[in-house]
């Protein structure tokens, strides 16, 4: 069974940053792709970034050149490095890793953004 735990959400003003982390139990050398999703206050569970085993990323328009996907392979971590924070990206952020053609999620960490 494949574990996520992320870490690294809290409270945060208008343009501050913040780091996130998920951390997964076996190798995220052998997943398939991995990303993030966010849930927003009465809004549905949506993707934000992913990044495949090519190391090939796709953002979601609205954080395009300001949050950053990225692996490292020796602490089996992905990060979400999210700069320029906006009110509108406070959600609850969820790690997914797809492995053997299913779907795991971690448990989430709140972003929230507000002065």
């Known amino acids: 069974q494949v574990q996520l735990v992320e870490s690294g959400g809290g409270l945060v003003q208008p343009g501050g940053s913040l780091r996130l982390s998920c951390a997964a139990s076996?190798?995220?050398?052998?997943?398939?792709?991995m990303g993030w999703y966010r849930q927003a206050p009465g809004k549905q569970r949506d993707v934000v970034t992913t990044?495949?085993?090519?190391?090939?990323?796709y953002y979601v328009d609205s954080v395009k050149g300001r949050f950053t996907i990225s692996r490292d392979m020796a602490k089996n971590t992905v990060y979400l490095q999210m700069n320029s924070l906006k009110p509108e990206d406070t959600g609850v952020y969820y790690c997914?890793?797809?492995?053997?053609?299913?779907?795991?999620w971690g448990q989430g960490t709140q972003v929230t953004v507000s002065s």
């Open positions: 990044v495949n085993g090519g190391g090939a990323a």
């Open positions: 997914k890793a797809n492995w053997n053609r299913r779907d795991y």
């Open positions: 076996g190798s995220i050398a052998s997943f398939n792709f």
